[in-house]
């Protein structure tokens, strides 16, 4: 059985930084795809950043490049989203996915095949 459990998120301060964790079981996250979404209040879930099974491709939301970073613990099983320079609005739940087909479609929420539950970031100005 393949969970995804998210962690980190909370309230911060216009400028502050805020680690997501997202640790894996029942799948091996150096083999997949994994991405991060977040859905703001109001709006549909939107794309932030997403890691080849390589590690070799990383990809990036234009709101979010240079400010976010995307990374993987193989020997934690766990994918991380490093959040920088935060601002109010990157206020959203986020979501961390899996796609086991590895495809190459990193921002396409149709292609992750496991979700996490969730965590909520606020952005306070």
């Known amino acids: 059985q393949v969970q995804l459990v998210q962690s980190g998120g909370g309230l911060v301060q216009d400028g502050g930084s805020l680690r997501l964790s997202c640790a894996a079981s029942?799948?091996?996250?150096?083999?997949?795809?994994m991405g991060w979404f977040r859905q703001p209040p109001g709006k549909e879930r939107e794309f932030v950043a997403a890691?080849?099974?390589?590690?070799?491709?990383?990809q990036y939301s234009d709101s979010v490049k240079g400010r976010f970073t995307i990374s993987r613990d193989n020997a934690k099983n766990t994918v991380y989203l490093q959040m920088n320079s935060l601002k109010p609005e990157d206020t959203a739940v986020y979501y961390c996915?899996?796609?086991?087909?590895?495809?190459?479609?990193?921002?396409?929420?149709?292609?992750?095949?496991?979700w996490g539950q969730g965590t909520q970031v606020t952005v306070s100005s």
């Open positions: 996915g899996a796609d086991r087909h590895s495809s190459r479609s990193y921002s396409d929420i149709k292609v992750y095949d496991y």
């Open positions: 029942g799948l091996k996250v150096s083999k997949y795809v």
């Open positions: 890691i080849a099974w390589s590690g070799g491709s990383i």
